[in-house]
């Protein structure tokens, strides 16, 4: 099975749990609209705006206000996840929905957009410089600007050293770190403007706890690693106390590379 469709699979399943457990995405979500919402300002008003990989709509949510002109279009690979996101802004007459995979060429929105944003989704794709250029694609000029915003590989690294420490292989999706990300952009059709990195801690209760809240979100089980119900017990055994988790995020805003 394609890593597109465990994507596709585990968020469909997480559609109804995600925001109840989803804590740091919100976060983020409110801090990324802050940073798009500054860089905007020094823009002409967009009139068209897509989003990739929506989820169940938590940047979403900020569309209306950060582009209060535009023409929203609002995408994701997760039907179930589009019709969480249908229920959430159906009040919002300007706002479409769209099933995409940021995986394959996006040709309906080619040259459409004069923003495109993609938020906690693009570190999922199957090949990220593949996704990269399906969005460049996407934007209608060299004005046109790209707001991404992806979890960097500090957010597991304790996680990853919990599993370690009973010699267990890290079922979880390998983050990328800042560093590798700005060769890929500017690769793949973009000139990066700026970027900034944020953070936010969650406190659990526990390591069973801590993965539930992956099982609600949808974002474990993506490596395929199979693990032991024995070693899995052991694990939680050892790992009952409150566990406070730092993650940490980029976000970026990048235009389309001008030809020379």
């Not at 923003?115 to 999922?124: G, T």
């Not at 474990?220 to 024995?230: D, H, K, L, Y």
């Amino acid at each position: 099975m394609s890593r597109s469709s465990v994507v596709e699979k585990n968020f469909s399943a997480a559609a109804s749990t995600y925001d109840s457990a989803a804590s740091f995405q919100r976060i983020d979500a409110r801090l990324f609209a802050d940073f798009i919402r500054r860089h905007e300002s020094g823009h002409a008003p967009a009139s068209s705006v897509l989003e990739l990989g929506a989820g169940s709509g938590l940047l979403t949510a900020h569309l209306p206000v950060l582009f209060p002109d535009a023409a929203l279009t609002v995408s994701d690979l997760s039907d179930k996840m589009l019709d969480v996101c249908r229920a959430k802004f159906s009040a919002v007459p300007r706002m479409s929905f769209e099933r995409a995979d940021f995986n394959q060429e996006l040709k309906p929105f080619q040259h459409g957009f004069d923003a495109v944003l993609s938020s906690m989704a693009m570190h999922w794709a199957e090949d990220f410089d593949i996704a990269l250029r399906n969005a460049a694609a996407t934007l209608r000029s060299e004005n046109s600007r790209f707001y991404l915003c992806l979890p960097l590989a500090e957010s597991t690294e304790k996680l990853k050293k919990l599993f370690e420490s009973e010699a267990l292989s890290f079922p979880g999706l390998e983050l990328p770190r800042l560093e590798s990300i700005i060769p890929h952009l500017s690769r793949n059709g973009f000139s990066l403007c700026a970027y900034q990195t944020e953070e936010c801690s969650e406190t659990y209760s526990g390591l069973a706890e801590f993965l539930r809240s992956f099982q609600l979100t949808g974002t474990g089980r993506i490596s395929g690693a199979g693990m032991r119900p024995s070693d899995l017990r052991r694990l939680l055994r050892k790992n009952e106390r409150v566990i406070e988790n730092k993650y940490k995020f980029a976000f970026f805003i990048c235009e389309v590379k001008k030809e020379k």
